[in-house]
């Protein structure tokens, strides 16, 4: 017996969840049932579900290993385990348009996958909403391994043994020239991701590239680029999207593995948006799966 209700999104990925409470102790079964429809449908929303900081990393850890912030971590050391989307901050005041935070952030409105800078790369993102804005804020999503399946026969095999190189310090870099500090750039050095990755669970496979995709190992830089860009706009296509609508009290996981995801950008001027984000770490290096 099923012990949560599944209603679809999208053709291409995502489900709406209903019928459990999240921040109740979860069994043994229900967390299988939980990784098990995250396999299936890549972005899972969970509506009506309030949460806080206690309850979202006690959930984060029922899932898999908590992942640590990197910024923090680069830039003094310190290991947290939460991010703010938004531009609320700790004593309840907001930043503008114009703070460097803000700023920063619209980094996200880059399409991406969480943390695949880094060696071993997110495997989940888990999102509890607080406050949004009444304009703007929505976050998109695409399936890489929908958009793997639409490739032919000769594209698959192409880039089936292909490794991308991902910066971190490029992407931000689009930002602004000083976005990313020397010692969060000495941190994250560029690291080498497959570009095929397969679900160990289902066997589906999809590609994996996003904003911190730099280039493709052992190819000439104009080639790589333009295969990259190439595979990226063949998944982003207006059709293949995903927008959330982000509600309060929302809580939304999804599968970095195989999804990419962008910010659409909102007045931090004139609104506030508050959002919790936790990750869960994946288990190994993409090169070791």
């Known amino acids: 017996m099923a012990l949560f209700d599944i209603e679809p999104l999208h053709e291409d990925f995502g489900a709406r969840i209903t019928g459990i409470d999240l921040a109740a102790p979860l069994s043994a079964a229900a967390v299988e049932e939980i990784q098990a429809a995250i396999d299936d449908y890549s972005l899972l929303h969970f509506p009506h579900q309030p949460f806080d900081d206690g309850r979202q990393l006690a959930f984060t850890k029922a899932l898999g290993e908590a992942e640590e912030g990197h910024v923090a971590k680069g830039e003094s050391g310190k290991i947290v385990y939460f991010g703010t989307i938004g531009n609320v901050q700790p004593d309840g005041t907001k930043l503008g348009n114009q ?25 989940l993102s888990i999102m ?8 703007g804020g929505a976050t998109e ?45 000495a941190s994250l050095p ?12 289902t066997g589906a496979k999809n590609y994996y590239l996003g ?6 190992q052992d190819m000439a830089e104009a080639e790589a680029r333009a295969l990259l860009d190439d595979l990226q706009a063949r998944a982003t296509q207006p059709a293949h999207a995903y927008s959330h609508q982000w509600q309060p009290e929302d809580l939304v996981i999804w599968d970095n593995r195989c999804l990419l995801h962008r910010g659409s950008g909102y007045d931090a001027d004139k609104y506030r948006r508050y959002m919790r984000q936790t990750r869960v770490r994946g288990e190994v290096s993409t090169l070791l799966e």
Request: charged fraction near 25%; include cysteine; hydrophobic fraction near 35%.
């Open 141 to 185: 999503f695409v399936s890489l391994r929908a958009a793997h399946g639409r490739l032919d026969a000769e594209t698959q095999a192409r880039i089936e043994p292909l490794r991308a190189i991902h910066d971190y310090t490029y992407s931000r870099s689009k930002v602004a020239p000083d976005a990313v500090s020397p010692s969060l750039s």
């Open 211 to 216: 904003s911190h995709a730099k280039t493709i």
């Open 190 to 201: 560029p690291v080498a991701q497959k570009l095929v990755r397969l679900n160990p669970r």
């Open 128 to 135: 509890c909403v607080y406050e949004v804005p009444d304009e």
């Open 99 to 123: 703070n460097k935070k803000t700023v920063f952030l619209t980094g996200n409105n880059m399409w991406h996958s969480d943390s695949s800078f880094r060696e071993v790369p997110s495997r």
